[in-house]
């Protein structure tokens, strides 16, 4: 937990839910201690702003109440992320989460970052929900109310699983 998840579930208590298939947004500012010694947001700190844009996706879109109704835990599998420009101190940015797709064993999140209307940052999250096993994604989003999801697997996202999966065979 870092010093901005207290005010975010404070938030989550006033803010509307939303679909667990829409866009969720969030604002940040860069603070002196997000920063590293190139003066601009720590490639570091981008990890933890994620990890709360996908608390806010699991809590604003019922994902949370449906996890603690039926036992399940959220896993960050894998993250691959890309940098394309920095952000400054004390810049505003905002950080945008979205399922993307799912296949029969995970869920593919992707995070934005965006300051001044440019994209800072682009992340793919791998993330299971477990009950002593993955749980199916379709059964997941089936409790929560979604039965009728067509989230085509973009290309560039099937070739990352298959880019993955290969690395992962290099640590055996």
Not at 85 to 100: D, G, H, Q, Y
Not at 144 to 154: A, F, H, K, R, Y
Request: aromatic content about 14%; hydrophobic content about 45%; glycine content about 4%.
């Amino acid at each position: 937990m870092n010093f901005r998840t207290p005010h975010h579930i404070l938030r989550w208590i006033f803010i509307p839910k939303q679909s667990f298939l829409e866009e969720f947004k969030l604002n940040f500012v860069v603070m002196p201690l997000d920063i590293d010694f190139n003066l601009h947001l720590n490639n570091a700190k981008y990890l933890g702003f994620m990890d709360i844009g996908r608390m806010d996706a699991t809590v604003r879109s019922g994902l949370f109440k449906a996890a603690l109704k039926y036992k399940w835990q959220a896993v960050a599998a894998s993250v691959n992320i890309v940098f394309r420009r920095e952000i400054p101190p004390f810049a505003r940015f905002s950080l945008v989460t979205k399922l993307i797709s799912f296949d029969d064993k995970w869920f593919y999140v992707e995070q934005d970052f965006i300051h001044k209307g440019k994209l800072c940052a682009k992340a793919i999250v791998k993330v299971g929900m477990l009950k002593g096993k993955l749980i199916e994604p379709k059964y997941v989003l089936e409790k929560m109310g979604i039965t009728d999801v067509n989230l085509e697997m973009p290309e560039y996202l099937k070739e990352l699983i298959q880019g993955e999966k290969d690395f992962i065979a290099t640590t055996k």
